[in-house]
């Protein structure tokens, strides 16, 4: 007989605590730093420093973007491997299809300067969290911070 106590977890680690709202920051971030791109004017002098400070700023908002994507692509794989569980897509047969189609949208926002995937990354995360909250009998209120 094994004397060793068993733990049960539902997830990787027994906190139980899922929020969408980091994945929803993280999208908002995509698409603050996507606009900002788009937005971004090239230097039309050959000034070094105009030039250098262009070229840092593109970089860091490159950079900033698909950190951010990657980052809300981890907190939707944490709700879809983690939280959701039979009982839920059997509420929500698509479930899989949205969470799916949201991590290629964090790909595509990685490898992109897409305003119109930030914008349905957006519109992913949340249906998500309206998923989410309705998995658990609350109205929790879609806020964004832009």
């Known amino acids: 007989m094994n004397s ?12 139980g605590v899922y ?3 980091a994945a929803r920051i993280n999208a908002e971030a995509v698409l603050s730093m996507t606009k900002k791109l788009i937005a971004l ?6 000034d070094q420093v105009a030039i250098l400070t262009y070229q840092n700023t593109l ?20 709700l879809w491997t983690d939280y959701f569980k039979p009982k839920h897509l059997e509420a929500n047969p698509e479930l899989h299809d949205i969470f799916w189609k949201a991590a290629k949208l964090c790909s595509s926002c990685k490898v992109e ?4 995937h930030a914008e349905e990354l957006m519109a992913a995360v949340k249906n998500i969290h309206e998923i989410f909250w309705k998995s658990k009998d609350r109205n929790v209120e879609w806020m964004t911070a832009s």
Do not use: F, W
């Open 4 to 15: 060793e106590p068993i733990a049960h977890a539902h997830c990787d680690g027994p906190c």
């Open 19 to 21: 929020d969408p709202a």
């Open 41 to 46: 004017k090239m230097p039309t002098s050959l």
């Open 59 to 78: 970089s860091r908002y490159v950079a900033i973007k698909e950190e951010q994507a990657q980052k809300c692509k981890d907190e939707l794989l944490i």
């Open 113 to 116: 300067v897409s305003q119109a």
